[in-house]
C-alpha cells in the first residue's frame, strides 16, 4: 500500500506518467495484442503460436509506440483459453476505456491522486525534429 493510502490495481495507477501507462499504449496496445491473438487463433492454437505472436508484439509494439505490457499477455490469451472470437472487441476495448476513463476522472477529482494522463514539459526525444534536445538549466 502507498503511504498516501489509494489501493491502485493497475499499471496506469502505479506509474501513470510513464509512456506505457499512457490512454494510447494502454488502449491500443491491449486491443491490438488481443485481435492478434484471435486472429491467428482462427487457423491455430497452443502454446507455440501463443508464443510466436507474442514474441513478434514484443517486437513491434515498441516500434510503433503503443508497447503496453499486458497486451503481450492478451495476445495469448486466445490462443490458449478460447475466449472467443469477439473477445478483442466485447472485453479488452471497453474494459481498457473504462480504465484508463476512470483514472482520468480520478486525477481530476480526487485530491492528491497523480495527474493523468501526462502532460509533458517538454516534447518527447523522438519529436524534436530539427530542435535541438532541451538542456539542464544554467548549461549551454
Keep these: 500500500m502507498r503511504e ?22 494502454v488502449i491500443a496496445g491491449s ?8 486472429v491467428v487463433a482462427v487457423f491455430v492454437h497452443g502454446a507455440i503460436p501463443a508464443a510466436v505472436v507474442a514474441v513478434s508484439l514484443l517486437w513491434l509494439l515498441p516500434r ?11 495476445s495469448m490469451y486466445p490462443l490458449l483459453l478460447y475466449p472467443g472470437r469477439w473477445f478483442p472487441l466485447v472485453v ?14 480520478l486525477s481530476t477529482r480526487v485530491p492528491r491522486w497523480p495527474t ?3 502532460v509533458p514539459d517538454h516534447p518527447l ?3 524534436y525534429g530539427n530542435m535541438d534536445p532541451p538542456t539542464p538549466q544554467g548549461r549551454r
Excluded: E
Excluded at 498516501?4 to 499504449?25: C, E, M, N, T, W
Excluded at 510503433?64 to 492478451?74: E, K, R, S, T
Excluded at 479488452?92 to 476522472?105: K, N, R
Design 31 to 38: 486491443t491490438l495484442g488481443a485481435l492478434s491473438g484471435t
Design 64 to 74: 510503433i509506440g503503443i508497447y503496453h505490457p499486458p497486451a503481450i499477455a492478451l
Design 125 to 127: 526525444p523522438r519529436d
Design 116 to 118: 493523468y494522463p501526462r
Design 92 to 105: 479488452v476495448l471497453p474494459f481498457t476505456l473504462v480504465a484508463v476513463g476512470s483514472h482520468a476522472l
Design 4 to 25: 498516501d493510502g489509494y489501493h491502485k490495481i493497475f499499471i496506469s495507477s502505479y506509474y501513470p506518467q510513464q509512456p506505457v501507462a499512457q490512454p494510447l499504449p
